[in-house]
């Protein structure tokens, strides 16, 4: 956890950026080693130091768990789910105090992040780009409980029951965002979504499973003042019209391969938009060609302001220093009006 | 016995999965060829393959056709046993070291078996040895490797380099995965590379000249 807040704390020295999405891994090393968690491979552990962790996808709840999951989802992640996740719970007494252990561990990575969040601000003026985080119902189905496989055999075979434990999640899914959060409205709510993208599903299963229990996600925390920051991972742009029917500003729409023109043209007014500089670029490219790309998008996208510069996905650590440079002063100098 | 064959494609490319299942059951009690019904499922998937390039399919089909075909497949499977099975050819595939992603790779592996291809799997996180041997034990034409995560380009150079250090420079090898472009193959020295399933069954056809 303090090298990953160095990290951070490096970055913020080094490089001219407005503002910070928080520790540059994962933060929850201390519930991960205290349960045994399988789901997951931490830098450091699992993995080489100097990777990012990587989601280890599967079945967690099967096709059958349905009824028990809608009936009391909690007492199910409890009972079913997390046993089959955490190592420490096949032994039940050892269940119990990697349960009290995790919890800890949680609330101190949780105060430590806090800590340095307070510091960023004070010691470089950094304030922090978004507050918690959440997800669509169909993701959360999808990546955490019964995997890609699972749901997509889920809309032929058991429609019914997949729609009702979207519905469950749909107030989970708000008030996870909040709580999160820490109740903060200021900031947008980080929430990464990943099966929407074309082309998982057909355009009907988009309509009648992805987008309803989404929408209804969205506009419940922007009754609470919340924004979302729609990080669309993958391409949207065949949804771009659906997602036009959000209240105005209640998403900051992120653009990783969505046709950023169309998404202007559909979003541009109403929607900050933000995103789209290659990652392969920022990996293989050349400053020249970073360059370039960054004032087509100002010239394109940011003319009449709402945009933030951003990479199209997460930055891992194949990235060179000098494009990321490169993304930055091109945004400083030519991003002006 | 072609109607058979005619049947079970029909309704694989229409994901009927009950009727998909109840004509495999029909056609074991009849006694029926098993590899006319392999050949059937297989005219099936490769419509699937097509009308996911056209766009008429999407990833949700493939993977729904993918799971009929592995029921299909078990309860034929054991019929299969003693007959001489005729592939197009053999491919090693795996994900690369350092990634542990594999929904791409297995969607893949699906519509290769499906246009009969004989897949070798190595599951993911593979280190170099480990292409190169099993490369060399199946006397694979194609190697394949996946990957998702734009760090991992590293090791999946230094696999192409270790391949080709160990004198298999016949083997043609493709990279695929969401974001790879020319510009990665060039770097890695990959022969082609692919960023949808589909794409995967083209190259493996030029090579083998299917």
């Given at each position: 956890?303090?090298?990953?807040?160095a990290?951070?704390?490096?970055?913020?020295?080094?490089?001219?950026?407005?503002t910070?999405?928080?520790?540059?891994?994962?933060?929850?090393?201390?519930?991960?080693?205290?349960?045994?968690?399988?789901?997951?491979k931490?830098?450091?552990?699992?993995?080489?130091?100097?990777?990012?962790?990587?989601?280890?996808?599967?079945d967690?709840?099967?096709?059958d768990?349905?009824?028990?999951?809608?009936?009391?989802?909690?007492?199910?992640?409890l009972t079913?789910?997390?046993?089959?996740?955490?190592?420490?719970f096949?032994?039940?007494y050892?269940?119990?105090?990697?349960?009290?252990?995790?919890?800890?561990?949680?609330?101190?990575?949780?105060?430590?992040?806090?800590?340095?969040?307070?510091?960023?601000a004070?010691?470089?003026?950094?304030?922090?780009s978004?507050?918690g985080?959440?997800k669509a119902p169909?993701?959360t189905m999808?990546d955490?409980l019964?995997?890609?496989?699972?749901?997509?055999?889920?809309?032929?075979?058991?429609?019914?029951?997949?729609?009702?434990?979207m519905?469950v999640?749909?107030?989970?899914?708000?008030?996870?965002?909040?709580?999160t959060?820490?109740?903060?409205?200021?900031?947008?709510l980080?929430m990464?979504?990943?099966?929407?993208s074309?082309?998982?599903?057909?355009?009907?299963?988009?309509?009648?499973?992805?987008w309803?229990?989404?929408?209804?996600?969205?506009?419940?925390l922007?009754?609470k003042?919340?924004?979302t920051?729609?990080?669309?991972?993958?391409?949207?742009?065949?949804?771009?019209?659906?997602?036009?029917?959000?209240?105005?500003?209640?998403?900051?729409f992120?653009?990783?391969?969505?046709?950023?023109?169309?998404?202007?043209e559909?979003?541009?007014g109403?929607f900050?938009?933000?995103?789209n500089?290659p990652?392969?670029?920022?990996?293989y490219?050349?400053?020249?060609?970073v360059?370039?790309?960054?004032?087509?998008?100002i010239?394109?996208?940011a003319?009449?302001g709402?945009?933030l510069?951003d990479a199209?996905?997460?930055?891992q650590?194949?990235?060179?220093?000098e494009?990321?440079?490169?993304?930055i002063?091109?945004?400083?100098?030519?991003?002006?009006? | 016995?072609a109607?058979?064959?005619?049947?079970?494609k029909?309704?694989?490319v229409?994901?009927?999965?009950?009727?998909?299942?109840?004509?495999?059951?029909?056609?074991?009690?009849?006694?029926?060829?098993?590899?006319?019904?392999?050949?059937?499922?297989?005219?099936g998937?490769?419509?699937?393959?097509?009308?996911?390039?056209?766009?008429?399919?999407?990833?949700?089909?493939?993977i729904?056709?993918?799971?009929?075909?592995?029921?299909?497949?078990a309860?034929?499977?054991p019929?299969?046993?003693?007959?001489?099975?005729?592939y197009?050819?053999?491919?090693?595939?795996?994900?690369?070291?350092?990634d542990?992603?594999?929904l791409?790779?297995?969607?893949?592996?699906?519509?290769?078996?499906g246009?009969?291809?004989?897949?070798?799997d190595?599951?993911?996180?593979?280190?170099?040895?480990?292409?190169?041997?099993a490369?060399?034990?199946?006397?694979?034409p194609?190697?394949?490797?996946?990957v998702?995560?734009t760090?991992?380009?590293?090791?999946?150079?230094?696999?192409?380099?270790?391949?080709?250090?160990?004198?298999?420079n016949d083997?043609k090898?493709?990279?695929g995965?969401?974001?790879?472009?020319?510009?990665?193959?060039?770097?890695?020295?990959a022969?082609y590379?692919?960023?949808?399933a589909?794409?995967?069954?083209k190259?493996?056809?030029?090579?083998?000249g299917a």
């Amino acid at each position: 956890m303090d090298i990953n807040i160095a990290c951070s704390n490096k970055f913020l020295e080094d490089f001219d950026v407005d503002t910070v999405v928080g520790p540059t891994s994962l933060w929850m090393g201390g519930i991960h080693d205290a349960t045994g968690a399988r789901y997951i491979k931490f830098a450091g552990r699992e993995l080489e130091p100097d990777k990012q962790f990587q989601f280890q996808e599967a079945d967690y709840m099967k096709a059958d768990d349905y009824d028990d999951f809608i009936e009391n989802p909690t007492k199910w992640i409890l009972t079913t789910y997390l046993p089959r996740q955490h190592k420490e719970f096949e032994d039940p007494y050892r269940a119990h105090l990697s349960l009290i252990k995790g919890a800890a561990g949680m609330a101190m990575n949780q105060g430590m992040l806090e800590e340095a969040g307070k510091r960023w601000a004070k010691e470089y003026g950094f304030p922090m780009s978004q507050t918690g985080m959440t997800k669509a119902p169909f993701d959360t189905m999808g990546d955490t409980l019964r995997g890609l496989t699972g749901i997509m055999m889920d809309m032929h075979m058991q429609p019914d029951k997949l729609l009702a434990a979207m519905d469950v999640l749909v107030d989970h899914n708000i008030y996870y965002g909040m709580a999160t959060a820490g109740g903060d409205t200021t900031l947008p709510l980080f929430m990464p979504l990943h099966r929407g993208s074309y082309p998982f599903l057909n355009p009907e299963q988009w309509d009648k499973f992805y987008w309803p229990t989404l929408k209804k996600v969205i506009e419940g925390l922007w009754e609470k003042g919340k924004r979302t920051l729609f990080y669309a991972e993958g391409n949207w742009t065949p949804y771009l019209e659906k997602i036009a029917e959000l209240p105005d500003k209640s998403i900051v729409f992120h653009v990783d391969t969505t046709d950023m023109k169309k998404a202007k043209e559909i979003l541009g007014g109403r929607f900050c938009i933000s995103g789209n500089v290659p990652n392969t670029m920022l990996a293989y490219g050349t400053p020249e060609e970073v360059r370039d790309y960054c004032k087509k998008l100002i010239d394109e996208v940011a003319g009449d302001g709402g945009f933030l510069m951003d990479a199209a996905g997460v930055v891992q650590w194949d990235a060179k220093e000098e494009n990321i440079r490169a993304m930055i002063e091109t945004t400083r100098e030519y991003g002006v009006y | 016995m072609a109607n058979h064959i005619e049947e079970l494609k029909n309704a694989i490319v229409e994901l009927e999965a009950d009727k998909v299942i109840s004509s495999v059951k029909a056609g074991l009690e009849e006694e029926a060829n098993p590899m006319d019904m392999v050949e059937g499922l297989q005219a099936g998937m490769v419509e699937i393959g097509n009308r996911f390039a056209k766009g008429e399919y999407f990833l949700s089909e493939l993977i729904m056709s993918g799971e009929i075909m592995k029921n299909a497949m078990a309860l034929i499977e054991p019929k299969l046993a003693g007959l001489e099975q005729e592939y197009k050819g053999n491919i090693v595939i795996g994900t690369v070291k350092g990634d542990i992603h594999d929904l791409g790779k297995n969607i893949v592996i699906m519509l290769l078996k499906g246009s009969g291809y004989n897949v070798i799997d190595l599951g993911v996180d593979v280190p170099a040895e480990k292409f190169i041997e099993a490369v060399k034990e199946h006397e694979a034409p194609l190697l394949a490797m996946s990957v998702l995560l734009t760090g991992c380009q590293d090791p999946m150079k230094d696999t192409i380099k270790a391949v080709r250090d160990a004198g298999l420079n016949d083997v043609k090898v493709l990279i695929g995965g969401n974001y790879i472009d020319e510009k990665v193959k060039e770097y890695c020295g990959a022969d082609y590379f692919g960023t949808t399933a589909d794409e995967g069954v083209k190259v493996a056809n030029q090579v083998f000249g299917a």
